[in-house]
């Protein structure tokens, strides 16, 4: 088992940043990567930044590149998200999730971003 805690959401005029992070603990040698999701209602969740845990090669999805980074840190037990240029459009609930072969299992319990116009 893996046990994923986010925090760092919050309230964020459009322009500004926020770094959410996420802290593993568990079986976390048996995770091969970990993710960035978001979800707003009615909507499905979006995949928007991937980290390899491993080597530490990073994705993003078209929507946030340039803007978010993610990053992890050496002890491989906290996963980090920059999000920087907010937008409204960025506005829901990101989760974090960890990966165990291609599959993500363990997930976190959300946390709200707001971005206000």
Do not use: H
Not at 18 to 25: P, T, Y
Not at 34 to 55: C, H, S, Y
Not at 61 to 82: C, E, H, I, M
């Amino acid at each position: 088992q893996v046990q994923l805690v986010e925090s760092g959401g919050g309230l964020v005029q459009a322009g500004g940043s926020l770094r959410l992070s996420c802290a593993a603990s568990g079986r976390t040698f048996s995770t091969s990567g970990m993710g960035w999701f978001r979800q707003v209602p009615g909507k499905e969740r979006e995949l928007v930044a991937d980290i390899n845990w491993n080597i530490g090669r990073t994705w993003y999805a078209d929507s946030v590149k340039g803007r978010f980074t993610a990053s992890r840190d050496n002890a491989k037990t906290t996963l980090y998200l920059q999000m920087n240029s907010l937008k409204p459009e960025d506005t829901a609930v990101y989760s974090c999730a960890a990966a165990v072969g291609s599959k993500y299992i363990y997930w976190g319990q959300g946390t709200q971003v707001t971005v206000s116009s």
